[in-house]
């Protein structure tokens, strides 16, 4: 019997490392990939399934990929740690092996309550989190993201602060340009290979003006800012939908859409109650009024009681997204709890390389109407 000599041992495991290591650092296999089964590899590479598992060992301590149980192998960075030398990706100056969250403020009920979700579905799965708040300022937003390799973070959820059109083109070419895993919530950018978590709008349209009709109201408005989004078109196309099934027409001066939404957590009302003084100083004589959340019917609430107008008597609110607390509005709940869980749950299988999504990319989630005194 003979035995290959240890020499020859290790010049296989060197051939066989540095075969690898090249499928990486070339780009072969991008970060976030899955590479092929041990089996698959001492066959293309004409070795044994034992030495390519001490190659990928090597990669795994030069910081090039993970190994998962049942997940397989997958590539975390395209250079080796840095062990002194120069011109290497450092080590992480905390090493935290988490997710992170990146979210504008949790004064938002909504992201305050997508936030606890996402927190619960890790504190179950025993995976570490980074809560990473931006406010309103974009720029910070994308600044964590570019950072998240300083802290060993392996993937994100992002709930993204868009004001208007030009941070979609900024958002874009960020998750373009990121080699983490990145899950959004509320919003998809269908395209670019991001899976999403968001609110069924025509779903929510719809329901909330099916609603209406059925309290006794013909002359049903509609009011949203923020109306360049998808979202917003999901909406309108719900309610107009519901309205068409009816044989109801949209009343005069009843829809207005306004493009703005400048986010103010110190006061969140104030620009929902300048857009309600200024529909209301339209002329509608809507006798309700589908609004896209609740800061737009308290809003238009307030600018109801200042012109002597009644609610729910002389005007009825629905509001399209349950976002404030306390309040007295009937709402469409948007299960956001779930929400935030099923970004914890899509992220992990994006990182584990086992996601299955619709070809839309998003997953749509439909909420419940919750009868309170406005109608």
């Known amino acids: 019997m003979s035995l290959v000599p240890r020499q020859e ?77 120069s011109g290497s990706v450092p080590v992480p100056a905390v090493e935290l092996d988490a997710f992170a969250f990146i979210f504008p403020s949790k004064r938002h009920e909504g992201v305050r309550r997508v936030m606890n979700g996402f927190q619960d579905a890790a504190d179950e799965a025993g995976r570490r989190v980074m809560m990473l708040s931006t406010g309103a300022d974009y720029q910070k937003e994308a600044e964590f993201i570019t950072r998240l390799q300083e802290f060993d973070v392996k993937g994100a959820v992002i709930y993204p602060a868009l004001a208007k059109p030009e941070d979609i083109l900024s958002l874009s070419q960020m998750l373009l340009a990121s ?72 009343p005069a001066k009843g829809v207005m859409m306004d493009p703005g939404m400048h986010p103010n957590f110190s006061d969140p009302l104030d620009e929902p109650t300048q857009i309600g003084r200024h529909y209301l100083a339209g002329g509608t004589d809507a006798d309700a009024v589908v609004c896209a959340d609740d800061y737009l019917a308290a809003g238009l609430a307030t600018a109801a009681r200042e ?66 005194n406005s109608t």
């Not at 779930?338 to 998003?362: I, N, Y």
């Open 179 to 250: 080699r983490y895993p990145i899950v959004l919530a509320e919003v998809n950018l269908p395209g670019f290979g991001r899976p999403a978590i968001v609110v069924d709008g025509f779903h929510a349209g719809y329901t909330m003006t099916k609603y209406l009709i059925g309290k006794g109201a013909q002359k049903i408005g509609f009011v949203s800012n923020y109306s360049w989004t998808t979202t917003m078109r999901d909406k309108y196309q719900g309610y107009h939908r519901a309205l068409q099934e009816a044989g109801l027409p949209e």
């Open 307 to 372: 012109t002597g107008r009644r609610i729910p008597e002389d005007i009825k609110l629905g509001s399209l997204n349950e976002c404030l607390t306390g309040h007295p509005f009937t709402s469409y709940r948007v299960p956001y709890e779930q929400m935030g869980r099923e970004a914890f749950t899509l992220l992990d299988a994006v990182q584990q390389g086992s996601q299955t999504l619709p070809v839309s990319g998003e997953k749509q989630l439909q909420g419940t109407i919750m009868e309170r």
């Open 9 to 85: 041992t290790h010049s296989k495991i060197d051939a066989a490392y540095a075969t690898l290591e090249e499928r990486i650092t070339s780009g072969r296999w991008e970060i976030g990939e899955v590479i092929p089964r041990e089996g698959e590899l001492a066959a293309e590479l004409g070795c044994s399934r034992d030495t390519v598992s001490k190659a990928i060992a090597r990669l795994v301590h030069a910081g090039l990929v993970e190994r998962r149980t049942r997940a397989g192998t997958r590539v975390l960075r395209n250079t080796p740690l840095a062990a002194g030398g």
